[in-house]
């Protein structure tokens, strides 16, 4: 069991130091989800983790060369050229870490240090060593991270760096003396031998390197192009997509509130055909016994079929005025046609035309209060019908003997209060009272279409008004009506 832990932990260390050594060597590729970084930025990152992963692999493989030659350089007592390679090998391992500085600094620093190894390398140890590898890195890499010129322009330095060295070196000014080997003299024909053959060799492999990178630019602008087209369809398919989604929504909407309009209507003509029957039939019967028995019949009994008719047919001019108006309100939205009245005129002309278009009932009361000369803005014939409403369901609701208040209140805003004394609304029963076509269940003896409230609802709404209900504790409801006051000169003077 020991055993078997011990294995586990030195299985993980592994796979840590493995992972650690990856990351180092192997710099993970910049993130580009959900951005659309510019062409040149993808190039330069990816020349700088190219970069990154060449310095630091150069770094270590130059390390472990010079281990390895060690013995034999300071064997012939050339410890200064371990020092300097070990020196150039540390360098281009420190500017791997510094990914902080300008990527071009970095490449360029690189390259140096690659130059002065092939040079050092030339003139201590002669053609026939290592310094085709230090100059051919040199100009591959530099077309590789600056561009073809960088690479052409390093390729002529080099050649001419080995021709000058060279030619030093086949008239003696320069004798090689850290080869471990016989280096030969070069002549003049091995000069321009050798020179050819590293320039086309590398001429060949820094113009395969441009053309792949050139094609790379290609494909990932393409790329690019192909992404941003294809995020700009996709948008252009999600912008329809809402608006059939939306098209739909406000399609299903139509039809829904089409449905809901024709079972209205459906609703409306089977209680007005059922409402219509009485006080027609009432208006008929009347009729028919002042035809056949006039002359038998008393003024007193004349006068009571002609109220008769006369309440049959206020009650149905009522009934037709407010199918009318919920039939506007459902088919289009109400419209304010606002004036400027006085305060005074305004409860003058409301109690001449209350009194009117009620019958005269000699129980209503109203009572003013407010400075009668203060201008109000609103919509008289709209405020008129809310509180005709009001009062036609406290008439219809309240026995004959006891009053119906309706008090008008002029403050902060214009209050108007209908009190009666009536049948009252049953707790359970007051939030429905404002549905279309809802009747109490204590007024199966009372006839009506159970649209009053509902107009009154519907009318206060395009004014900001508001209508509260309570119980009155004398018996009955209060229902409380309150409208914003606007100034006149915000209304025609702007």
Partial sequence: MKSSNQQSRIGKNIHLVWNAAKNYFLPQKPDYAGQEPDINLILLQERDRILTVILRLSSLI????????????????????VLVYLIGMIAIGTISHLRQINFTGRAVTFLG????LGVIDLSFFGVAEDW???????SILAALFLGWRAGVFALLLSMATFITIAWQISIGRIVITASAMESPIPTGENIITFGLVFVMTNAVVIAAIIILLREFERAT???????????????????????????????????????????FRSKMITTISHEFRTPLTVINNSTSLLEKYYDRLSD?????????????????TDLLQGISLVESTQSRPV?????????????QRLTSELRQETAVPPNLIIDVNGDKT????????????????????????????LPVNLHIVLDSDLKLTVVDQGIGIPESEKEKVWEPFYRGSNVEANSGLGLGLYVV???????????????????GTIFTVKLPLKSPKSEHNP
């Fill in 113 to 116: 240090i690659l130059y002065a």
């Fill in 62 to 81: 130059g390390i472990i060369i010079i281990l390895i030659i060690m013995d034999d350089l300071l064997e012939r007592q050339r410890w200064e050229m």
């Fill in 132 to 138: 085709r590898l230090f100059f051919s890195a040199f």
């Fill in 374 to 401: 203060k201008p109000l803005i609103l919509d008289y014939y709209l405020l008129k019908q809310i509180v005709l409403n009001l009062l036609n369901n406290a008439f219809k609701y309240s026995p004959p003997q």
């Fill in 335 to 347: 419209r304010p046609r606002e004036e400027m009245i006085q305060f005074g005129q305004l409860c």
């Fill in 221 to 263: 602008e393409k790329e690019r192009q192909a992404a941003i087209q294809l995020g700009q369809r996709t948008a252009e398919l999600e912008d329809s997509l809402t608006r059939e989604q939306q098209l739909a929504s406000e399609v299903a909407f139509a039809l829904q509130r089409e449905e809901e309009l024709n079972k």
């Fill in 300 to 316: 007193s009994k004349r006068q009571e079929q002609y109220l008769r008719m006369r309440q049959s047919i206020i009650y149905l």
């Fill in 457 to 475: 609802k519907q009318l206060l709404e395009p004014v900001a008004g508001t209508i509260t209900l309570s119980d009155n504790p004398a018996g």
